[in-house]
């Protein structure tokens, strides 16, 4: 028998011991499924970001490295709000040296 687990904007398919995770996309919301493990079918249900990164493990084959994103999307912000690199110093950690040659005159003279 199969049974449907309903997520936020996604549902896990469990039908005789194997899992399939589905959800819409495209430009019709067409419906797509993706064989997963058991685990990660739990896993889909713990958090909306859990269930975020199962699926793009079940599209891609790689878990979406949130971390780095993470740091990119803060590193420009702080290109774009150089003065964040003095108002809060622990900012620097994610330039090289040469970058901070570069960014915290900037920073300075923003704050001026």
Known sequence: ???I???NGFAVIEKEGEYQISWPQGPYDQPVFYTISKENADRAFK???DAYEVMIYAETG???NVKEEKQNA???LMKKFPELLI???SNQEL???D???ELMPLARKALE
């Open 1 to 3: 028998m199969e049974k």
């Open 5 to 7: 687990h309903r997520g």
């Open 47 to 49: 958090s909306p970001q």
């Open 62 to 64: 790689q878990w979406p």
């Open 74 to 76: 803060d590193r420009e």
């Open 87 to 89: 108002r809060i110093p």
């Open 95 to 97: 330039f090289t040296e």
């Open 99 to 101: 970058e901070l040659k």
